[in-house]
C-alpha cells in the first residue's frame, strides 16, 4: 500500500491530507477544528461552500466516541457518507430512506463504536430510537448542520429543530456545534440560546463568493436567454428555480424539446420520481434540475457550474443559499436572476395571506431586501452582504454592475407622464392599460370609458411599451408609486407621487443590458483557473475516465474526484504516484484506489499526443 508523505508535522495537517486529500485547510477551518479537538460549543457561520463539514469530521476521525451529526436532509446525509466512504471513513445515516432491519444492524454497530460519524434528521432524534442511540453510544460531539432552522427569525424555521436544544439538558458535557451559512446577527444569536450554547467560540466568516458570478437580466423571452446560455457552455450543470410546481414541470418540458437533459423537482411529485430524479442529476446523468424555491434540495454537488432563478426569491437569505449551491469545488460559476415587478406583486399577495400582522411586516421587509438588490446598480456585494450585518467596499469584480456598469438615463420627465397617467384615468387601472393609455393603443375598453380623449392619450407613442414597463417598476421599487396586493394590481399615487410630479425630484431609469449571445455569460475563463492554465482537452478526457468509474462503483462523479482534482491533474499532468500526491484531493485511499487509473490514462493522453 502507497504512503503519504506528511506534509506537516502537526495531526491536523496530517490528517487532512492523509484522510481527506487535501494540501491546506480553507480560511476558518483549521481555528474551528481546533476549538472542536478542545472540546468547546461552537458557533460556525460560514459562506456555503466553505467546507462547514470538514469541521465536525475530521476531529470525529481523531477523537474518541462517535459524532453524531443532525441534518434535515436526507439526500445531503446521503451525499457526505458516499464522500466519506470513499475516504475510507466510517460513518452511517439512520433516517425513514433505511429499513427497520438494517436500522437496528446499524445501531447494533453504532453501540460497538464501528462509526466515526452518525447522521440523523431532527424528527427522529426525539423519537425512541434516537432517545435509544444517545443513551448508548458515546458522543464526542453533537453537530446541527443548518443550525438556522432553529431560529423562528430564520428563513427555513423548523419546529422539529427546537428539539435539539432538549438535548443539552441530557447531555450537558457533551460539546455542541451549530453551523449554518445564512444567519443574520438575530438568528446567531437566538442559535445560542436555543441551544442553550456554553461560552460558545463564535466563527463568523465573510459571506462574500468571489467565485460566484451575480448576475441580474430582465425578465423577457427567459428561456430564448436560457437556451442561449447553455449553448455557450455545453459542459456547465446546473439548477434554474421557479416559484410554482406549474413553471417547473413547464420549464423542463420546454428545455428537454430543445435537446437539453432536465428533470423536474418539487413536492408535487411521487417520492420515488423525486429520489430518481436527484440521482440522475447528482450522477451526471441530467445536465438541468429545474426546481421549486419553496422545495430545498439539499444537494451537496460541488460541480454546479450555474444557478439561475427564473422567479424572484422572497428573501435574502433564500437567495444566498441557493446561489450558493453552485460552485462548491472553488471554481467559477454563474448566479443568474431573472426581475421582473410583476414577481413582486405576486409574493405580496401571498405575504397578505398570512394572517399575522408581525409575519406579514417582516416578510415584506424580507421582500423589500431582495428587490433592492435585484435593481441595484452599485456593486451586488454591498446589500448582500449588508443583509448579513457585513459592510462591503463594492468593487468586487465579480458581479454584473462591477464588470459591465449599468447605463441610466434621465426619466423625469416620462415619469411625470406616467404618474400623470394614473391621475387622470382616476387611480382604477394596473400596469398594463396605463401603459396602453400613455402609447395611444385604442381598444373597445378605452373607446368605451372615453380615455381617448384625455389628454395624456398617446403621449408616449414614442417610446414602446417595455420601456414604459420600466418607467413603471422604476417608480414602484422606489415607491414614489403604490401597487395593491389583490389579484388585479391598481396603480394609486402616494405622498411621495407629488413632488415627482411637480419635477422636484428626479428619475433615473437603468438601460436593460443587451440579451441573447453577447451577454449571455460573464467573460470566458476557460483553461484556467485559481492555480493557473490546464489543458481543457486532458480535462474532458478525465471527466470521462471520471464518469465510467463512478457508474461502475454506483456513487456520483465528483465522489471519484471533483472538477478541481481534474482542473489539478490537467495542470500537473502526473504521471507516476509521486507526482500525482501533489493533485488536490489526493488522500491516501484515493490514492490507492485510483492513482495508477489516473496516472496511466495520462500517460497514454500524452502518448498520443505527441
Known sequence: MTQLKPPASDILQTTLKQRFGHDEFRPMQR?????????????????????????????????????????????????????????????????????????????????????????????RLMGFAGQRLINNVPLNLIAIDEAHCISEWGHD?????????LIRQRM???????LTATATPRVAQDIITQLGLRNPAIHRGGFERPNLY?????KQRVLEQILAYLQMNPHHEGIIYC?????????????????????????????????????????????VMVATIAFGMGVDKPDVRFVIHAD?????????????????????????????????????????????????????????????????????????????????????NHCDNCLEPPITHDATDDARKFLSAVARLGQRYG?????????????????????????????????????????????????????????????????????????????????PKAMGRKNASKPARDGRDDGGPYDTDLFESLRQLRYTLAQE??????????????????????????EFTRVSGVGEHKLNRYGKIFTDAIREWLDNRR
Not at 424555521?157 to 436544544?165: K, M, S
Not at 414541470?249 to 420546454?254: I, V
Not at 462503483?553 to 504516484?577: H, K
Open 214 to 218: 451575480y448576475q441580474v437580466r430582465p
Open 157 to 165: 424555521f423548523r419546529p422539529e429543530y427546537r428539539q435539539v436544544g
Open 243 to 287: 416559484h410554482s410546481r406549474k413553471g417547473v414541470e413547464e420549464m423542463a418540458q420546454r428545455l428537454v424539446q430543445h435537446g437539453i437533459k432536465a428533470l423536474p423537482y418539487h413536492g408535487g411529485l411521487d417520492h420515488d420520481v423525486r429520489s430518481a430524479n436527484q440521482h440522475e442529476f447528482i450522477y451526471g446523468q441530467a445536465r
Open 431 to 511: 400596469v398594463a392599460y396605463v401603459v396602453d393609455i400613455l402609447r395611444g393603443q385604442s381598444s373597445e375598453r378605452s373607446k368605451l370609458e372615453g380615455h381617448e380623449s384625455l389628454t395624456v392619450f398617446g403621449i408616449g407613442a414614442n417610446q414602446p411599451a417595455a420601456y414604459w414597463r420600466r418607467v413603471a417598476e422604476t417608480l414602484l421599487i422606489k415607491q414614489v408609486l403604490t401597487q395593491t396586493q389583490d389579484e388585479f394590481p391598481v396603480l394609486t399615487l402616494n405622498e411621495s407621487s407629488l413632488p415627482v410630479l411637480k419635477g422636484q425630484v428626479p428619475i433615473e431609469v437603468i438601460q
Open 312 to 396: 424572484l426569491p422572497r428573501h435574502i437569505e433564500g437567495y444566498y443559499q441557493e446561489t450558493g449551491r453552485a460552485g462548491r469545488d472553488g471554481a467559477p460559476a454563474d448566479c443568474i436572476l431573472f426581475f421582473s415587478y410583476g414577481d413582486c406583486a405576486k409574493i405580496e399577495r401571498f405575504i397578505m395571506e398570512k394572517s399575522d400582522p408581525k409575519e406579514q411586516e417582516h416578510a415584506m421587509w424580507q421582500l423589500r431586501q431582495m428587490v433592492r438588490f435585484a435593481y441595484a446598480t452599485q456593486c451586488r456585494c454591498i446589500p448582500l452582504m449588508a443583509h448579513f450585518g457585513q459592510d462591503h467596499p463594492g468593487n468586487c
Open 31 to 123: 481555528p474551528i477544528i481546533s476549538d472542536a479537538m478542545d472540546g468547546r460549543d461552537i458557533l460556525a457561520i460560514m459562506p456555503t461552500g466553505a467546507g462547514k463539514s470538514l469541521c465536525y469530521q475530521l476531529p470525529a476521525v481523531l477523537r474518541e466516541g462517535t459524532t453524531l451529526v443532525i441534518s434535515p436532509l436526507i439526500a445531503l446525509m446521503a451525499d457526505q457518507l458516499k464522500a466519506l466512504e470513499a475516504n475510507g471513513i466510517r460513518g452511517t445515516v439512520l433516517n425513514s430512506s433505511v429499513e427497520p432491519a438494517e436500522i437496528a444492524r446499524r445501531e447494533a454497530a453504532a453501540r460497538n463504536g464501528e462509526y466515526n460519524l452518525i447522521y440523523l434528521a431532527p424528527e
Open 553 to 578: 462503483q454506483n456513487v456520483p462523479p465528483y465522489v471519484v474526484f471533483n472538477d478541481a482534482s481534474l482542473r489539478d491533474m490537467a495542470r500537473i499532468q502526473p504521471t507516476d504516484l509521486g
Open 172 to 178: 450537558p458535557d457533551t460539546p455542541f456545534m451549530a
